[in-house]
């Protein structure tokens, strides 16, 4: 069983940075790929960036590549995610998440994530 706690959302107007974090328990914690979704009002979770068990392969959509790095901190069972340029667009509630089966890099599929975290809000204004 694996929790994950977000953190780090907030308010930015156009062109700040934000950095999320996510913290996960559970001694299983480092064998899962971890990645981040979006979801906005009225529109479907769509995945933003995902970072293997090794943390050797990283993958990000193509609305984030650029602007958004994702990471990981195995000794502290964390991942993170490093939001510059921000836009408008970019508001939604960002969600953590992992994937035991090591595939999220590849697939960029939230159903085949294992656990999910409870979400953050990121508000970006213009």
């Known amino acids: 069983q694996v929790q994950l706690v977000e953190s780090g959302g907030g308010l930015v107007q156009a062109g700040g940075s934000l950095r999320l974090s996510c913290i996960g328990s559970?001694?299983?914690?480092?064998?899962?790929?971890m990645g981040w979704f979006r979801q906005a009002p009225g529109k479907e979770r769509e995945f933003v960036a995902a970072v293997s068990q090794s943390a050797l392969r990283k993958a990000y959509a193509d609305s984030v590549k650029g602007r958004f790095t994702i990471s990981r901190d195995k000794s502290k069972n964390s991942v993170y995610l490093q939001m510059v340029s921000l836009k408008p667009e970019d508001t939604a509630v960002y969600y953590c998440a992992a994937d035991l089966g090591n595939t999220l890099v590849e697939k960029y599929d939230p159903n085949i994530v294992d656990y999910w975290g409870q979400g953050t809000q990121v508000t970006v204004s213009e």
């Open positions: 559970g001694r299983t914690f480092s064998s899962y790929a």
